[in-house]
T-cell receptor, first 112, second 113 residues
Framework: GDSVTQMEGPVTLSEEAFLTINCTYTATGYPSLFWYVQYPGEGLQLLLKATKADDKGSNKGFEATYRKETTSFHLEKGSVQVSDSAVYFCALSEPGYSTLTFGKGTMLLVSP | EAGVAQSPRYKIIEKRQSVAFWCNPISGHATLYWYQQILGQGPKLLIQFQNNGVVDDSQLPKDRFSAERLKGVDSTLKIQPAKLEDSAVYLC???????????FGSGTRLTVV
């Protein structure tokens, strides 16, 4: 079945550092890929998405590129802020289906 | 627009008791989902509704979990009887057309003792 693997956390960075959170996936078809963010005490929010190979999703300074050859969708940000501290989830959905398969999540902690 | 509303926010019960969670999706959203998020794991789908019909309940433990969506709007998820391993956050989400980027509620955190 489908699965999503994310790097273990927590990831601890200083403000303005470069961020990479790795995500790889296994799927039977060509899925759509997503990054969701969960701030403390809140629900999940869609951060960005990509629906086909080589697409780049971007939002709020975060980017991720759909790499079919490496089955990856790594999340990057050039300069993190304290307010980016949250748990980040990589997820996929198979073509024609809207249900999501999530990774375990990666906690990001940014210090001033 | 108003978001997805869930209640209660927190619930503590003893094992073998029953519990119910309520979800009010965004107005006009036809598709509604319930996910279970166990601590340290990603959310896992329990059930998906399209209007008031069930689309996917393959991962719902039907011996103890039940869900309904009357009139295609609000939904209730029930657990009876609860087990310790049911301790989790129960997330409700809705979408307009069943496609990407649906909106999640803040969740109900259940602790079974």
């Amino acid at each position: 079945g489908d699965s999503v693997t994310q790097m273990e956390g927590p990831v601890t960075l200083s403000e303005e550092a470069f961020l990479t959170i790795n995500c790889t996936y296994t799927a039977t078809g060509y899925p759509s890929l997503f990054w969701y963010v969960q701030y403390p005490g809140e629900g999940l929010q869609l951060l960005l998405k990509a629906t086909k190979a080589d697409d780049k999703g971007s939002n709020k300074g975060f980017e991720a590129t759909y790499r079919k050859e490496t089955t990856s969708f790594h999340l990057e940000k050039g300069s993190v802020q304290v307010s980016d501290s949250a748990v980040y989830f990589c997820a996929l959905s198979e073509p024609g289906y809207s249900t999501l398969t999530f990774g375990k999540g990666t906690m990001l902690l940014v210090s001033p | 627009e108003a978001g997805v509303a869930q209640s209660p926010r927190y619930k503590i019960i003893e094992k073998r008791q029953s519990v119910a969670f309520w979800c009010n999706p965004i107005s006009g959203h036809a598709t509604l989902y319930w996910y279970q998020q166990i601590l340290g794991q990603g959310p896992k789908l329990l059930i998906q509704f399209q209007n008031n019909g069930v689309v996917d309940d393959s991962q719902l433990p039907k011996d103890r979990f039940s869900a309904e969506r009357l009139k295609g709007v609000d939904s209730t998820l029930k657990i009876q009887p609860a087990k310790l391993e049911d301790s989790a956050v129960y997330l409700c989400a809705s979408s307009l057309d069943g496609h990407y980027g649906y909106t999640f509620g803040s969740g109900t955190r259940l602790t079974v003792v």
